[in-house]
């Protein structure tokens, strides 16, 4: 825009290379909106061309330099002046003193562009990568911005955890419950069974939750806010004694994430699976593990050998750590029975 309307003004428009053949991915905006972007990989070039049109016809368009930049930036919503670029790119398309007399293009690029971390958008905090070009006026800069989106990809051996436990509420409820897997890829498919070895309460029915843990900042600043992403039903009446319940949970229709650690050491993303039961005086009784998201490579990429650097990707080859059962309503059943350790969430999902 032009200062009080006077001068010549522009309109700026970036354009990819190839964009008919680049990959594409949706993503849902902190609206609720979904949005199609371009996709990128770690290690992948960003090309393309600036085009600069002017609005005024036989007038020129004066500037202190035309510049593009490639950023990485973690934003946190509560704190929006608290932001930290991770990537920070420029390249100059135009020195101060060119004047443009036309609509101009100018080619860009930014080969071997490091982007270590995932896109994301969540209830807190956002880490977007996007291009920006600035033309640099006395008064009012013209600026434009076009996001991309960016995957990390893992691989992880066939050989996988499953998780196996014997949980219960002492001369009550002793049941016995099974997951194929500690690590899920996102369009995996989670199998289980459930087990009663004792029923002597009243169950009204059972159900199985993804909940999305979404941590931010660190220390005593620390905010955790728990979402639950998705319950299934997998039991509806009182079972007996003996009584084996499946569970097969497709993981390909719901909005999921890998699980992000640590990410600029700003934030991470957690997932787990929440057991409940329900008995026929509306009291709760749940049991919570972790488990690993991850994304799997494409085939296609497999075969060009595309490979990733590091970054915050999920490379621990150990299962999650399996937390202690717990009752989320006081009551006058004995105490809960379980002899794992606890883990580390110190927020449990509590909504249930």
């Known amino acids: 825009m032009s200062f009080f309307g006077f001068g010549q003004s522009a309109d700026i428009q970036i354009i990819l290379n190839n964009e008919d053949k680049l990959r594409t991915t949706k993503v849902k905006l902190e609206d609720g909106k979904i ?30 330099g035309i510049k593009i930049e490639f950023i990485g930036l973690i934003e946190t919503f509560y704190d929006r002046n608290n932001q930290n670029e991770f990537i920070s790119l420029k390249r100059d398309l135009a020195t101060a003193g060119e004047i443009l007399q036309q609509n101009t293009r100018f080619n860009f690029s930014f080969l071997n562009v490091e982007k270590p971390y995932e ?28 996001d991309i989106a960016v995957h990390t990809l893992s691989t992880y051996p066939e050989r996988n955890t499953n998780i196996k436990m014997e949980v219960g509420i002492e001369d009550c409820l002793h049941i016995e419950f099974e997951y194929n897997n500690s690590r899920y890829h996102l369009k995996d498919v989670i199998v289980g069974k459930i087990y009663f070895l004792l029923v002597r309460i009243k169950i009204k029915y059972m159900e199985i939750a993804i909940v999305k843990q979404e941590v931010v900042g660190n220390g005593a600043s620390t905010f955790r806010e728990n979402e639950t ?79 990733q650097n590091g970054g915050e990707r999920i490379t621990d080859s150990n299962p999650p750590i399996i937390e202690s059962i717990s009752n989320d309503i006081k009551n006058n059943h004995d ?18």
């Open 335 to 352: 105490e809960i029975i379980d002899d794992d350790e606890e883990g580390d969430n110190e927020n449990p999902t509590s909504t249930l």
């Open 35 to 64: 949005e199609k972007r371009f996709l990128f990989y770690d290690g992948e070039p960003i090309e393309g061309e600036v085009v600069v049109k002017l609005k005024k016809a036989n007038q020129k368009l004066e500037h202190y």
């Open 119 to 146: 896109s994301y958008i969540g209830n807190n905090v956002k880490l977007r990568y996007f291009l920006r070009v600035t033309i640099v006026k006395k008064f009012s800069d013209i600026i434009k911005e076009l």
């Open 229 to 307: 992403l998705a319950k299934y039903e997998i039991m509806d009446g009182s079972p007996v004694k003996g009584e084996s319940i499946p569970i097969r949970l497709f993981l390909n229709g719901y909005d999921l994430t890998p699980t992000l650690k640590d990410v600029g050491k700003k934030f991470s993303v957690k997932y787990f699976l929440n057991l409940v039961l329900v008995d026929e005086e509306d009291r709760r009784y749940y049991k919570q593990h972790e488990i690993t998201l991850w994304r799997k490579v494409d085939e296609e990429l497999r075969k060009k050998n595309f490979t």
